[in-house]
């Protein structure tokens, strides 16, 4: 859980606001190795029902991070999380990360190196994105929301260090997965779908998938020929269904995640 004292005393270093919405607030807290981000859900009127004796959005984050962090994927460390519930539902929750120095989300990075200009930085991070969905894959992680929002970019844009950042959504099938049908859904999502072809080209999608493939090219051209025709709502369907069966079907038999004693999680 969250240690008050303690983000009291980080808030006290200094506090910095990236994001005040009526639906999440999203803080840095403190400075230097020691600072952690502080992510605040609210859920109201229907999105408040939704949340009827549901895990809620902290805790889902918080504990697919750490299944990711645990398997050695480069992601944001959790820290701890909170909730606080109104007769069953989820009026708020918080997540504490561990402040990744030196980064900005892929998104913004993106924007800022437009296609047709510094191509081999544009080719690089997008190779470092199939190479961070394919490491996920081979640990039983589907990301389900594998954009260039959910990723950040640390240093350097010419070094392509990608790390994890948001995962609400994420299935952990517990086997790996890669390049198998399941895995589509991620691929698609990723380089395939109307808005990753805008914000890559097909040069740069070709690299993506030499990224996911660790460089093997007749398996990149094989996931190629099998994604080119794929459709949207197709992919929506398959995602969803996955979703349904693994994460509220099967998920109902598994047992909490636990974390590791090395990595016991608490913001200190």
């Known amino acids: 859980m969250i240690d008050d004292a303690r983000l009291a005393a980080l808030a006290a270093q ?12 999203v803080e840095v807290l403190g400075a230097g190795e020691h600072a952690v981000v502080v992510k605040t859900y609210h859920n109201r009127g229907g999105k408040l029902l939704q949340t009827f004796w549901r895990r809620s959005r902290a805790r889902r984050e918080h504990d697919h991070l750490r299944t990711i962090f645990d398997a050695g994927v480069p992601c944001l460390e959790p820290l701890g999380w909170r909730q606080r519930r109104r007769f069953g539902c989820v009026a708020e929750s918080t997540l504490v990360t561990r402040l990744l ?66 995962t609400p959504a994420c299935i952990v ?3 790996s997965l890669h390049g198998g049908r399941l895995a589509a859904v991620d691929l698609f999502l990723g380089a395939f779908s109307p808005s990753r072809r805008r914000d890559f080209s097909s040069v740069e999608r070709w690299r993506w998938l030499l990224g996911y493939c660790a460089a093997d090219r007749p398996a990149a051209r094989r996931l190629w020929r099998r994604l080119v025709h794929r459709r949207p709502l197709y992919n929506v369907v398959v995602r969803a269904l996955a979703m349904t069966w693994f994460t509220y079907i099967l998920g109902r038999f598994r047992s909490p995640h636990r974390p590791t004693a090395s990595r016991r999680t608490a913001a200190r």
């Open 101 to 166: 120095p030196d980064s900005r989300p892929l998104k913004v990075v993106l924007q800022q190196i437009p296609r047709g200009t510094t191509g081999p930085v544009r080719a690089r991070l997008a190779a470092a994105m199939g190479t961070l969905v394919g490491e996920l894959h081979r640990r039983g992680v589907l990301w389900c929301t594998p954009m260039p929002r959910n990723v950040l970019v640390q240093g350097d844009a010419a070094a392509a260090r990608l790390a994890v950042c948001d």
């Open 173 to 175: 099938v517990g086997h």
């Open 14 to 25: 200094g506090r910095t606001t990236f994001k005040h919405e009526p639906a999440a607030v």
